[in-house]
């Protein structure tokens, strides 16, 4: 027998959006309206390239945190409630939806690409009073509203950041996907299975010493 086709997107987000603090039994909800397609095609808008802005040895393109790797990153994160968390490179903004929806936080994502930031914006239409996305490359964000920072980008590309990440204000919690940040020991490492490979997690504390 056919299944009931489950509600499209919008239609599921605003019933998880006023239950967010019920945390535990909605990791589950949340995880299912991140899997989804969203369910109008995106209408891919001619865009001005970003090549000319990044190296291209710098640059990794998009490829999506597993949902329970994501969830994994948040708790590492810490976030309390009403906290700013950024993600440089938020690819469909899936960590950020997931942020905002799980612990209230406030939410910045960065990336270069623009239908990145198209897609990430359509997904979390209903979160945007608390997710902002900018078009840009993240070695031009200004971070210091930050609390938490979550990366997954290429070490060539985050060594550029380390002068940004060691002027952070103290209690900044940063999250990093599969690179370890260079000459910092992480607080917490976590090696974990995903859907097909293993993922290496690394958290930080600031001041990074
Ligand atoms: C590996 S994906 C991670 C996506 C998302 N954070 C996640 O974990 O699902 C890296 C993302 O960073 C973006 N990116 C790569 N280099 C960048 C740069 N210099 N500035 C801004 N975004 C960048 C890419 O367009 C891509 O969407």
Redesign the pocket.
């Known amino acids: 027998m056919a299944r009931a086709p489950l509600p499209a997107a919008p239609a599921l987000l605003p019933a998880l959006v006023p239950l967010a603090s019920q945390r535990p039994r909605l990791w589950r909800d949340v995880a299912r309206f991140l899997r989804r397609k969203p369910a109008d095609p995106p209408t891919r808008r001619p865009r001005p390239s970003f090549e000319h802005e990044?190296a291209e040895d710098?640059?990794?393109?998009?490829?999506?945190?597993p949902i329970r790797v994501v969830r994994r990153m948040l708790e590492l994160a810490d976030i309390q409630p009403g906290e700013t968390v950024y993600?440089?490179?938020?690819?469909?903004g899936?960590?950020l939806i997931a942020a905002a929806l799980m612990y209230n936080a406030r939410c910045v994502g960065?990336?270069?690409?623009w239908n990145?930031i198209d897609d990430a914006r359509r997904r979390a239409a209903l979160l945007l009073d608390r997710i902002t996305f900018q078009r840009?490359?993240?070695?031009k964000t200004n971070l210091r509203r930050a609390d938490v920072i979550?990366i997954?980008?290429l070490p060539s590309?985050v060594a550029k950041l380390m002068p940004t990440l060691r002027r952070l204000k103290p209690g900044v919690r940063i999250v990093s996907?599969a690179f370890a940040l260079p000459a910092v020991t992480p607080r917490k490492t976590v090696r974990m299975k995903g859907i097909d490979r293993l993922h290496h997690l690394f958290a930080y504390r600031t001041p990074l010493e």
């Open positions: 990044v710098e640059f990794i393109g998009w490829v999506p945190t993600d440089l490179g938020c690819g469909d899936r960590i960065i990336d270069i690409d990145r840009k490359n993240v070695l979550i997954y980008l590309i996907h």
